[in-house]
């Protein structure tokens, strides 16, 4: 089976707390399949699957460009929220807050795999860090939003991570991205 791969940037450890807070209120292991290991926390640029070695190779080399061109910055935490219904959600995830910097670099790395690997764009890009996702009971919820102070987070850099299924955690990092700087 060929190596599956995605962009993004990793949230630090001390976001964890907040993860588990909303693990713990809504008993979220209990109910789904996948919960995030403290390490896979992160939010996805771009999910590219599975990928040969020469396609991440060209990509790798103009991600370093792309990384170059965008300042670091800052990105704020500020809430739980799910997608789905309430009653039984497909994911749930902490919230970030809108953020024209970090849509701009989704955005440049979107097109930047469109035109090394012809993969199509994502329709709409929607910050959020997973914490759960994929049910294994129909037991009803009853989630609710939630709004917290918001937790900032710098991001200076972002990876291409290899995904490893059977592993804990998941995801490795194959290549990082400094932002503000050229290789």
């Known amino acids: 089976m060929q190596q599956h791969y995605f962009l993004g940037i990793r949230i630090p450890a001390d976001v964890q707390p907040l993860a588990e807070k909303y693990m713990d209120l809504h008993m979220l292991s209990d109910r789904y399949k996948v919960v995030s290991h403290p390490e896979d926390l992160h939010i996805t640029l771009f999910y590219l699957g599975a990928c040969?070695?020469?396609k991440i190779s060209k990509l790798v080399t103009k991600l370093c460009s792309v990384?170059?061109?965008h300042q670091v910055f800052s990105i704020q935490v500020d809430g739980f929220n799910f997608f789905g219904p309430s009653t039984g959600p497909r994911v749930t995830y902490l919230s970030v807050t809108?953020?024209?910097m970090l849509d701009r670099l989704q955005k440049s790395?979107?097109?930047a795999v469109k035109?090394?690997?012809g993969l199509p764009s994502a329709d709409r890009f929607v910050p959020?860090?997973?914490i759960a996702k994929k049910r294994k009971t129909d037991?009803?919820?009853?989630?609710?939003p939630d709004l917290f102070s918001p937790h900032t987070i710098p991001v200076d850099h972002f990876h291409l991570f290899a995904i490893h299924p059977q592993q804990l955690p998941k995801y490795k990092p194959v290549a990082s991205?400094?932002?503000?700087?050229?290789r």
């Open 52 to 54: 040969d070695e020469r």
């Open 67 to 69: 990384a170059a061109e």
């Open 98 to 100: 809108k953020n024209l």
């Open 109 to 111: 790395v979107s097109d």
């Open 115 to 117: 035109s090394v690997t």
């Open 128 to 130: 959020h860090i997973t």
């Open 139 to 144: 037991e009803r919820l009853d989630l609710s």
């Open 177 to 182: 991205f400094q932002l503000g700087h050229d």
